[in-house]
């Protein structure tokens, strides 16, 4: 690394939520390869995204792993007051699980199963429509993580498939991730859709079954992504560059060896990260079924963001700046980074 491309901040605050699609940045810490590219890098765990939204606008972390849809709707300032926000690289892709209490869920079968409920998510949800007939006025109370996330559209979805309408004839709630579990064993809640390990925890315990992933409904699709603002990422083009190479080349290490993903969970496992929550997971489980989380392929697309702002689009009752959905989602800052597109 040259003098005249030294990161003009080395030393960084990047936001968190305690999920397993944190690891990219957690492997670039613990692992070294924040530092291979000149950045001291402190990790900042938050327990719910709109904090870590609103400390981002702020200027108070200087990046973040953020919701796919959150730089979008941060920039169309429909999440908090209007921040123009890049999202220049994709964090983790599926990962989601949707779970019911076992008295929503009794019988169903579990996703990718050799049966028709397994393989097709339809299934299940037409079962709990059926269910919902039989219970009368009462309806669900279903969480997820944020109103503008892919939980929340992965869980309209679902409902969808079932003839449920999710604005009449279920109730949804917005709840940090790491209460999920908690709030279904207490009752308070029927069901949610949330990232990993949050599913897999709760029908570890027993207090849920999963009976749908985001794989599942949206293959493939960006779930997390690195977010900065545009004026930050303006101020500091090379500190940019750095962070990427540093996540890239952590995606790299991750994929190169089997006995990485018991290293990267282990650091996961550590009390800064996420500690307890990871106790019923032997190693970090990457591309299996149910979940078939993956953290590969980083490079942002924005018409791999279709139905998120299909989506979005119908949330804020109108159609969106094309321009603004593409600078949002621009790979310019990626390849640049990794010399993508040079000859």
Not at 105 to 114: I, K, L, R, T
Not at 175 to 180: A, G, I, Q, T, V
Not at 182 to 195: N, S, W
Not at 266 to 289: C, I, K, N, S, V
Request: charged share 20%; glycine share 8%.
């Amino acid at each position: 690394m040259s003098m005249s491309h030294a990161p003009e901040r080395p030393r960084l605050t990047l936001g968190f939520v305690p999920l397993l699609d944190a690891v990219l940045p957690i492997i670039a810490r613990e692992g070294g390869f924040f530092a291979a590219e000149g950045l001291d890098v402190t990790l900042s765990r938050e327990s719910a995204w709109s904090t870590l939204r609103d400390k981002l606008a702020a200027g108070l972390i200087d990046s973040a792993q953020m919701l796919a849809p959150l730089p979008l709707a941060m920039s169309l300032g429909a999440s908090g007051s209007r921040c123009d926000t890049l999202a220049p690289l994709v964090l983790g892709r599926n990962g989601n699980t949707l779970v019911l209490s076992h008295r929503w869920a009794e019988g169903m079968a579990a996703p990718f199963d050799d049966t028709p409920g397994g393989r097709d998510p339809a299934v299940n949800a037409r079962d709990f429509a059926a269910r919902l007939q039989h219970r009368g006025p009462m309806r669900p109370r279903l969480a997820m993580v944020h109103p503008f996330s892919s939980h929340h559209y992965q869980l309209r979805d679902w409902l969808a498939q079932g003839g449920i309408d999710p604005d009449t004839e279920a109730e949804l709630v917005a709840l940090p991730p790491s209460r999920m579990v908690e709030a279904l064993e207490q009752g308070r809640i029927d069901g949610f859709c949330v990232g990993e390990p949050w599913g897999s925890q709760a029908a570890h315990r027993g207090g849920g079954h999963i009976v749908a992933t985001g794989a599942q409904l949206w293959p493939g699709h960006p779930e997390k992504m690195l977010g900065v603002t545009r004026d930050w990422a303006e101020r500091y083009p090379a500190t940019l560059t750095a962070m990427i190479r540093a996540l890239v080349a952590a995606a790299d290490w991750l994929a190169t060896a089997p006995e990485h993903r018991r290293e990267a969970r282990d650091w996961l496992a550590l009390p800064p990260y996420l500690d307890r929550a990871l106790d019923h997971l032997p190693t970090l489980p990457l591309g299996e079924a149910p979940v078939d989380q993956r953290f590969t392929s980083l490079r942002p697309e924005a018409n791999q963001l279709r139905s998120v702002v299909q989506h979005l689009a119908q949330q804020l009752d109108g159609p969106l700046d094309r321009d603004r959905i593409d600078a949002c989602y621009s790979p310019v800052h990626f390849d640049a980074a990794t010399h993508q597109g040079c000859a």
